[in-house]
T-cell receptor, first 117, second 111 residues
Framework: GAVVSQHPSRVICKSGTSVKIECRSL??????MFWYRQFPKQSLMLMAT?????????EQGVEKDKFLINHASLTLSTLTVTSAHPEDSSFYIC?????????????FGPGTRLLVL | RKEVEQDPGPFNVPEGATVAFNCTYS??????FFWYRQDCRKEPKLLMS???SGNEDGRFTAQLNRASQYISLLIRDSKLSDSATYLC????????????FGTGTRLLVSP
């Protein structure tokens, strides 16, 4: 099956620093990638949808200047949490969809656990 | 009202038991439906899609009732390895795909 990787798997950082998370589709081209966030005992919440070569579409309540998304190629999207604060500590998961009309299946990355001290 | 609602559980069952999970969704325009499985501190993984006609995959049976906006998952002959959180997921398909996740139902299968 399709494989999506994320790096790093775990990050611990000081408050005020920026953290970049990479999401890669390893064996397929992903025209659309999605970024989710999951707080403990809560559901995955979509943060933004990213299409290759265009600006990301953010969900209501997600600050686009704080969560910078870049989808520069068909296999790579990055999420940068700028000036991270303890309340940004969460499990960040990306997913990728193959092709432009390539069905509905989203393939999820293994997630990145962020802890901001 | 949450877009996708599930009983959080946990459901504690012995090995071999049959267990059923339910889920309701609020948006009648939802296009497609899924059950995902999420193990502790891991990403969600697709278990099965859900169709109105009902579908079965081994010990797992999923059912959709569009009129009632209700989705179910039945697990027969539970195994220890079935212990996980089961997420009900709805695709709103508002122009492009948008998956909405329920908070999940936790299943604990004991020996």
């Amino acid at each position: 099956g399709a494989v999506v990787s994320q790096h790093p798997s775990r990050v611990i950082c000081k408050s005020g620093t920026s953290v970049k998370i990479e999401c890669r589709s390893l064996d397929f081209q992903a025209t659309t990638m999605f970024w989710y966030r999951q707080f403990p005992k809560q559901s995955l919440m979509l943060m933004a949808t990213s299409n290759e070569g265009s600006k990301a579409t953010y969900e209501q309540g997600v600050e686009k200047d704080k969560f910078l998304i870049n989808h520069a190629s068909l296999t790579l999207s990055t999420l940068t949490v700028t000036s991270a604060h303890p309340e940004d500590s969460s499990f960040y998961i990306c997913s990728a969809r193959e092709g432009s009309g390539g069905g509905e299946t989203q393939y999820f990355g293994p997630g990145t656990r962020l802890l901001v001290l | 009202r949450k877009e996708v609602e599930q009983d959080p559980g946990p459901f504690n069952v012995p090995e071999g038991a049959t267990v059923a999970f339910n889920c309701t969704y609020s948006n009648s325009a939802s296009q497609s439906f899924f059950w995902y499985r999420q193990d502790c501190r891991k990403e969600p993984k697709l278990l099965m899609s859900v169709y109105s006609s009902g579908n079965e995959d081994g010990r797992f049976t999923a059912q959709l009732n569009r009129a009632s906006q209700y989705i179910s998952l039945l697990i027969r002959d539970s195994k220890l390895s079935d212990s996980a959180t089961y997420l009900c997921v709805v695709n709103l398909n508002t122009g492009f795909q948008k998956l909405v996740f329920g908070t999940g139902t936790r299943l604990l299968v004991s020996p």
